[in-house]
């Protein structure tokens, strides 16, 4: 949508499951300091139940969003996945890693049918815990290797058994342009059965931290 701005800053709430013309009124531009309600198909997040309500909430928060909208400015996120991709599965990779848990879980394998409950428990408990403490590892180590090369950096949980790691980076035109050489310097750095992906740029999503009372 095209605005007429005349002066002064201002912010915009996407409001969704209304009639916009009876709640919002003119929705050509913004005049006059006046704070136009813009209409986006899809469910969102309720946070008024009429026009005054959304014009009082971004009215008393309009300091709070307006320094993070100042802190974003400029910035776009790149997303990157670290993730397993050597041969086999990610617990036989675990499995070589720790001779421990391959006597365990010999064990439980050759007893068959009589393993008890017990311990496929205790395996299965071995299993994540080696499994998380891989994710810490790796998750620190390129953290520390991407770290200088973004404004900001966030963890995300994984999504799969094969994800290690996954990040949020915030990162600014200048390095924007020099991510891909940050991310292969960091890739020659880590173990060849991980893999670096990369996706993006995004709007900076992951970093808008706005805690609202409503």
């Known amino acids: 949508m095209t605005t007429a701005q005349e002066s002064g800053t201002y912010l915009y709430a996407v409001a969704s499951g209304i009639r916009a013309p009876e709640v919002f009124g003119n929705l050509t531009g913004v005049r006059g300091g006046k704070v136009y309600m813009v209409p986006a198909d899809g469910d969102l997040t309720t946070i008024a139940e009429s026009a005054d309500g959304v014009r ?11 320094n993070r909208l100042k802190r974003l400015e400029g910035k776009r996120q790149m997303n990157v996945q670290l993730s397993y991709g050597g041969e086999g599965t990610i617990y036989e990779y675990l499995v070589a ?57 966030k963890r995300n949980p994984p999504r799969n058994e094969k994800e290690i790691a996954r990040f949020a980076c915030l ?44």
């Open 97 to 153: 890693r720790d001779p421990a848990l391959l006597q365990l879980r010999d064990q439980v394998r050759d007893a068959g049918d009589a393993a008890t409950r017990e311990q496929k428990i205790d395996l299965g408990q071995r299993f994540e815990a080696a499994l998380n403490a891989l994710r810490d590892q790796y998750t620190q180590e390129l953290e520390d290797l991407i770290r200088d090369g973004c404004a900001e950096v």
């Open 56 to 66: 009082g909430l971004l009215t008393r928060y309009h300091e709070d969003i307006e």
């Open 171 to 214: 990162l600014d035109q200048e390095q924007e342009k020099r991510w891909d050489d940050v991310l292969r310097a960091a890739g020659a750095k880590l173990p060849d059965v991980f893999a670096i992906t990369p996706t993006g740029p995004f709007a900076p999503y992951d970093f808008v931290d706005l805690h609202l009372q409503l």
